[in-house]
């Protein structure tokens, strides 16, 4: 049973810092892409980025570029998603998710299995 657990979210003031992480387990995680999806208030979940099962290619949206970082630990079997000099743009629920093969994409409908979520909040 695939399961991923997010955490790390919290309350942060603009310009500041948080690390995400996604634990997994119930599967290969070598086997799979990983990625993040985010959904603000109000608004459709859209990309964050996404890493392939090596680590070794990563896509990152363009709203995040030079900002967030994701990255990945194969022996901890965890995802992380670095977010620097957040704004309140950036205030939003954010998933981490999974894809069976190796291949990262930025489509949500490739991502079989998905996390419940942890929540970022941006203060101004």
């Known amino acids: 049973q695939v399961q991923l657990v997010e955490s790390g979210g919290g309350l942060v003031q603009a310009g500041g810092s948080l690390r995400l992480s996604c634990a997994a387990s119930?599967?290969?995680?070598?086997?799979?892409?990983m990625g993040w999806f985010r959904q603000a208030p109000g608004k459709e979940r859209e990309f964050v980025a996404a890493?392939?099962?090596?680590?070794?290619?990563?896509y990152h949206a363009d709203s995040v570029k030079g900002r967030f970082t994701i990255s990945r630990d194969n022996a901890k079997n965890t995802v992380y998603l670095q977010l620097n000099n957040l704004s309140p743009e950036d205030t939003a629920v954010y998933y981490c998710?999974?894809?069976?093969?190796?291949?990262?994409?930025?489509?949500?409908?490739?991502?079989?299995?998905w996390g419940q979520g942890t929540q970022v909040t941006v203060s101004s």
């Open positions: 998710a999974a894809r069976n093969g190796g291949t990262p994409s930025r489509i949500q409908g490739d991502f079989g299995s």
């Open positions: 119930g599967f290969t995680f070598t086997n799979y892409a």
């Open positions: 890493v392939n099962w090596s680590g070794g290619s990563t």
